[in-house]
């Protein structure tokens, strides 16, 4: 059985992982700190994300392997809006994602999971 430490300690170095690697293919990311009911999201691409600002919310699922699209999506989308309104960005500079650890995966192998409307419009 694992901890709830054992979870945060998981959570901790995907996010960590994530920004290292944005900055090793030259994005300038950074971990952003919690900030409670008005989280920012865990890991930031300040420009060039997909011709926006990246608001990235990190997912490591654990050995049930349980993933929540929808409700992960929601939780970047709100997350997103908290860093575009804390910095003074319109929302629609900011583009929410959230990546999911392949578990036994390098980063590398990290699924990246947008909203169709966010990319494309609509």
Not at 55 to 66: D, F, Y
Request: no cysteine; charged share 30%.
């Amino acid at each position: 059985m694992t901890s709830r430490k054992s979870h945060k300690v998981r959570g901790a170095t995907f996010e960590t992982d994530i920004k290292d690697w944005f900055r090793a293919h030259g994005y300038d990311a950074e971990r952003l700190a919690r900030t409670g009911a008005k989280d920012e999201g865990d890991v930031a691409i300040r420009a060039d994300f997909l011709g926006n600002i990246g608001v990235i919310e990190a997912k490591a699922p654990g050995q049930s392997g349980r993933i929540d699209l929808s409700g992960w999506a929601k939780e970047a989308q709100t997350e997103a809006t908290n860093y575009a309104q804390a910095r003074g960005f319109q929302r629609e500079e900011v583009l929410a994602a959230v990546v999911i650890k392949a578990r036994g995966k390098s980063i590398a192998d990290a699924y990246l999971v947008l909203r169709l409307g966010d990319v494309f419009g609509g």
